[in-house]
Each structure stands twice: as C-alpha cells, then as structure tokens.
C-alpha cells in the first residue's frame, strides 16, 4: 500500500512558478512510475506529465517547456516545477503512482489545488 500527499499548490500570477511535491509513504524508487494528472472546473482530468523509475519523462504537449518532473528515491518524492504559469493551468493537481509489477496496482493522492490569476 501507498499513500500519496501533494503539497505545494496555491495562488500565482501568470508568469509565476510554483513546485508540487508528492510524497508518498513507501518506497516508490524501483517498481513504480509516477504521474501527475490535473482537473480544472468542469473538465476531464488530463495528464500532465510522467516520470519511470529510471527518471525517463514525457510531458503533455501544453506544459512541455514550462514544466518539468523529476523524482528524489531517497526522500520517496516526485516533484513538478511549473514555469510560465498561464491562467489555463488553474486546476487541481492530483499525483498517481503505478506499480509496474502485476496486478499493476495504482494509487492516488488527494490533489493539490492551483490557481493562476492576477
């Protein structure tokens, strides 16, 4: 079983930064990939960026270039950096890990909400 906690969210003008941290109870160094989903009011949730446990990353086409997601084992914790916050990327962010060994099992954190507006 893992647990999941977000940090790092709240109010930003457009052109901020913001970092989210997820961090999680266990280990997630070796089996686990982790993603970061967001949903905004009255929208599907959509991926926003992956990291395997060999640190390979893919972004989603929107936020490539203004975030980046990277992972510290030691500290079990996977963080989003958010550049060039635009008022489109207001939303809550909600990290998921995914064991890589069946049955595949994933776990969600509670989200962290993020605003951008002036």
């Known amino acids: 079983q893992v647990q999941l906690v977000e940090s790092g969210g709240g109010l930003v003008q457009p052109g901020g930064s913001l970092r989210l941290s997820c961090a999680a109870s266990?280990?997630?160094?070796?089996?686990?990939?982790i993603n970061w989903y967001r949903q905004a009011p009255e929208k599907q949730r959509e991926f926003v960026a992956l990291?395997?446990?060999?640190?390979?990353?893919n972004y989603a086409d929107s936020v490539k270039g203004r975030f980046t997601i990277s992972r510290d084992n030691a500290k079990n914790t996977v963080y989003l950096q958010m550049n060039s916050l635009r008022p489109e990327d207001t939303a809550v962010y909600t990290c998921?890990?995914?064991?890589?060994?069946?049955?595949?099992?994933?776990?969600w954190g509670q989200g962290t909400q993020v605003t951008v507006s002036s």
């Open positions: 266990g280990s997630i160094s070796s089996r686990y990939y």
């Open positions: 990291i395997t446990s060999e640190s390979i990353t």
């Open positions: 998921n890990a995914v064991n890589t060994i069946p049955p595949f099992r994933d776990y």
